[in-house]
């Protein structure tokens, strides 16, 4: 089975970077960017499992930013990162993306 992969879309590089070494750590492929139009433009044949997007990045596009994801990548799943990703917040976002990234598919999600 193929690893896992995520997309962090995300304007601060810290942020990011912190995000991507938790991610790798967990064994998930991990690719980063700072804009949506960067999340739009990447590489073809990445198909994430999951978005992880901040909410400022999403700001002016909204549900358009969001049916272009899911026009893109049909079984991904898109969740907003909080404000703050500091210590519990982050230990509480890995769990959840440990979680999505266990579901056989996006149908899983009516199950939680």
């Not at 991904?76 to 990162?81: A, H, N, R, S």
């Amino acid at each position: 089975m193929p690893p896992k992969s995520v997309m962090v879309v995300h304007p601060d590089s810290s942020v990011r970077r912190a995000l991507q070494l938790a991610l790798e750590n967990r064994g998930i492929r991990i690719a980063t960017d700072q804009t949506s139009a960067g999340l739009l433009a990447c590489d073809p044949g990445l198909r994430p499992d999951l978005v992880l997007l901040d909410r400022s990045v999403a700001a002016g596009q909204g549900i358009d930013l969001l049916s272009e994801i899911s026009r893109k990548w049909k079984e991904t799943v898109t969740v907003f990162l909080p404000e703050d990703l500091g210590g519990a917040s982050l230990g509480a976002l890995l769990n959840i993306v440990d979680r999505l990234l266990g579901m056989r598919s996006t149908r899983d999600l009516l199950a939680v």
